[in-house]
Structure formats: C-alpha cells, structure tokens
C-alpha cells in the first residue's frame, strides 16, 4: 500500500474513531463536558475530527493519484467541508452536551463525509488487487 493510502487511511480512521466516541458520548445524556477525566475529551475528539475532515479531500486525491476521480474527490472535499463547519460549530460552545453532540452525528452533513470515506476506502481497497 503507497503512503499516500496510508495517509488517507489514517485520517479515515481518525474520523470513524471521533464518530463513534461520539455515538457513545451522545448516549451518556451529559448536560456538560466539564468534570470529564478518563479518557480522550470530546473537545479533544472533535479538535482531531476538525483536523481529519480538513485534510481528507486531498489525501483521497493524493491517494487515488489520477484525474479519473476528481468528481467524486471534490465532493467529498465539499461534504468534509460541511462537516467541519458543524463541528467548530459544536466546538465553539461553552458547554458541549450530549444533546449537541447527538444532534451532530445525525447532521446530514457529517453523515455524507463518512458514507463517501467508505465508499472510497472500499473503492481503494478493490483498486488495489488488480
């Protein structure tokens, strides 16, 4: 596997990672993230999805390393985008609960990122056998 894939896997799995932490942090019905000492914050994960989302686009581009993609690639970019937006959103409140956050994983937007990283994962790891 190039490194351009591993890069892009690794950033893929950083945001999987941030989901699912928030599927859980979602269902402790938190009013608040303050108090919290074990394990990563949610602040914590969302600065790291916030991270991930910015750079996902180029790094499927770097990864798939044609042109042929480039559709798929710029929505993608424009999804994570969306994504990320929703996340400083969330980011910038002074308390995150756990109501935000439930709101946040159903977002349309963060739910495009994620099923388009699948679908490239899947795509790449196909791609790769012949």
Not at 4 to 24: G, P, Q
């Amino acid at each position: 596997m190039s490194d351009a894939a591993e890069t892009f896997r690794s950033s893929l799995e950083t945001i999987e990672r941030a989901y699912e932490f928030m599927l859980a942090y979602a269902a402790q019905g938190r009013a608040t993230d303050e108090g919290q000492s074990v394990g990563p914050s949610i602040r914590e994960t969302l600065d790291d999805l916030h991270t991930a989302l910015g750079s996902i686009a180029a790094e499927a581009a770097n990864a798939y390393g044609d042109d042929a993609n480039s559709g798929f690639i710029d929505a993608l970019g424009d999804d994570a985008a969306r994504a990320s937006h929703s996340v400083q959103l969330a980011l910038s409140c002074n308390r995150i609960s756990s109501q935000l956050i439930d709101n946040l994983n159903a977002s349309i937007h963060l739910r495009a990122v994620l099923t388009g990283l699948f679908l490239a994962d899947e795509a790449l790891n196909i791609s790769s056998v012949r």
